[in-house]
């Protein structure tokens, strides 16, 4: 027979070597990606609802000499589970705040915070400390967090939370509704804005439940005196569907795609938005 056991096994045994030496050699050279200058920001523009653009927010990528651009969905996991996430995230906040200096005043950075960043002791603190160095007023960051930080410690979270809410730094709830999702976060949590994952996002116009979905959210969202930016906005169609049912942000590649910080000075020139 051609597919027999064990010419199968060799080749699965063959591939999966392969994959796991490269995820080494990743895991290996994460650890030295900080100190040699391998990290750089991607700013994604966060467009109001009358068009006008209201910040961006900072995406990490890591330059590996060998590998090329690797995206964060795969390196950040490892530099989790290494404990290399906390100095990493300090490095992205610092950095994307002293970015935010050099825009226009009325612009915010959205900074996505790891679970691991956040249960780290001093986190308060650390971010009063790069707001003053870099002298960002704290009412232009917003902090992106998801559900999977208010599984644990719940009271100490909600400390946290609150210590950042009179700090004046905003909070986003980040891709809402991809998890877990309990209602209990939203009662208890000081969110000023809840961002619908562009899972729910890319069916909008033909899926008839990612539609309702979508309205509830938004809805619950507006009554609860919170904002609602949707992310992943691929298209004309999607953006208009969004834009009746008054959602107060759209993030996505029709809108503008991540780009170095160095391109946001013209961005914001030719931006037929504002
Ligand atoms: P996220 O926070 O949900 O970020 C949105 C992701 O969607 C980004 O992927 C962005 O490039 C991508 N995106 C933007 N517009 C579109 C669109 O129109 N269509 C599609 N299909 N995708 C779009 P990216 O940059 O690969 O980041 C992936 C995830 O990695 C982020 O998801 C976030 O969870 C995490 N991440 C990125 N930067 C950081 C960081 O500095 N710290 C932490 N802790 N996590 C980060
Ligand atoms: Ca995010
Ligand atoms: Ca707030
Ligand atoms: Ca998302």
Redesign the pocket.
Same mark, same amino acid.
């Given at each position: 027979a051609k597919n027999d056991g064990r010419g199968r096994a060799r080749t699965f045994n063959r591939s999966m070597l392969v994959m796991l030496e490269q995820r080494e050699m990743l895991r290996r050279s994460l650890r030295v990606a900080l100190q040699e200058k391998q990290f750089f920001?991607?700013y994604?523009p966060l467009v109001g609802l009358s068009r006008g653009i209201v910040g961006f927010?900072? =995406? =990490?990528?890591w330059h590996h000499p060998y590998a090329g651009v690797i #995206? #964060?969905?795969l390196f950040?996991p490892m530099a989790e589970a290494d404990g290399l996430?906390g100095k990493i995230?300090e490095w992205?906040l610092e950095q994307a705040c002293r970015e935010a200096t050099t825009w226009p005043p009325h612009l915010i950075v959205a900074?996505? =915070?790891?679970p691991v &960043?956040f249960l780290r002791n001093g986190l308060t603190d650390r971010i009063a400390g790069i707001l003053d160095a870099v002298g960002l007023p704290a009412d232009r960051l917003e902090l &992106?967090i998801?559900e999977s930080v208010l599984l644990e410690r719940t009271t100490d979270n909600l400390d946290v939370l609150n210590t950042l809410e009179v700090l004046g730094i905003r909070i986003a709830l980040?891709?809402f509704g991809t998890h877990y999702s309990s209602l209990t976060y939203l009662k208890n949590f000081p969110f000023d804005t809840i !961002?619908i994952? !562009?899972y729910f996002i !890319?069916d909008i116009q033909t899926n008839r439940k990612c539609q309702i979905i979508v309205q509830f959210i938004i809805e619950l969202a507006h009554g609860l005196g919170m904002f609602v930016t949707a992310?992943?906005? &691929?298209n004309a169609g999607e953006a208009s569907w969004l834009e009746r049912k008054k959602c107060d942000r759209l993030?996505?590649? =029709?809108l503008g795609?991540?780009m170095p910080a160095e391109a946001i000075r013209d961005f914001l020139r030719q931006s037929s938005f504002v």
């Amino acid at each position: 027979a051609k597919n027999d056991g064990r010419g199968r096994a060799r080749t699965f045994n063959r591939s999966m070597l392969v994959m796991l030496e490269q995820r080494e050699m990743l895991r290996r050279s994460l650890r030295v990606a900080l100190q040699e200058k391998q990290f750089f920001i991607e700013y994604q523009p966060l467009v109001g609802l009358s068009r006008g653009i209201v910040g961006f927010e900072a =995406l =990490l990528r890591w330059h590996h000499p060998y590998a090329g651009v690797i #995206p #964060p969905a795969l390196f950040i996991p490892m530099a989790e589970a290494d404990g290399l996430m906390g100095k990493i995230g300090e490095w992205v906040l610092e950095q994307a705040c002293r970015e935010a200096t050099t825009w226009p005043p009325h612009l915010i950075v959205a900074v996505n =915070l790891s679970p691991v &960043e956040f249960l780290r002791n001093g986190l308060t603190d650390r971010i009063a400390g790069i707001l003053d160095a870099v002298g960002l007023p704290a009412d232009r960051l917003e902090l &992106e967090i998801t559900e999977s930080v208010l599984l644990e410690r719940t009271t100490d979270n909600l400390d946290v939370l609150n210590t950042l809410e009179v700090l004046g730094i905003r909070i986003a709830l980040d891709d809402f509704g991809t998890h877990y999702s309990s209602l209990t976060y939203l009662k208890n949590f000081p969110f000023d804005t809840i !961002k619908i994952d !562009k899972y729910f996002i !890319k069916d909008i116009q033909t899926n008839r439940k990612c539609q309702i979905i979508v309205q509830f959210i938004i809805e619950l969202a507006h009554g609860l005196g919170m904002f609602v930016t949707a992310e992943g906005v &691929e298209n004309a169609g999607e953006a208009s569907w969004l834009e009746r049912k008054k959602c107060d942000r759209l993030q996505g590649y =029709l809108l503008g795609a991540p780009m170095p910080a160095e391109a946001i000075r013209d961005f914001l020139r030719q931006s037929s938005f504002v």
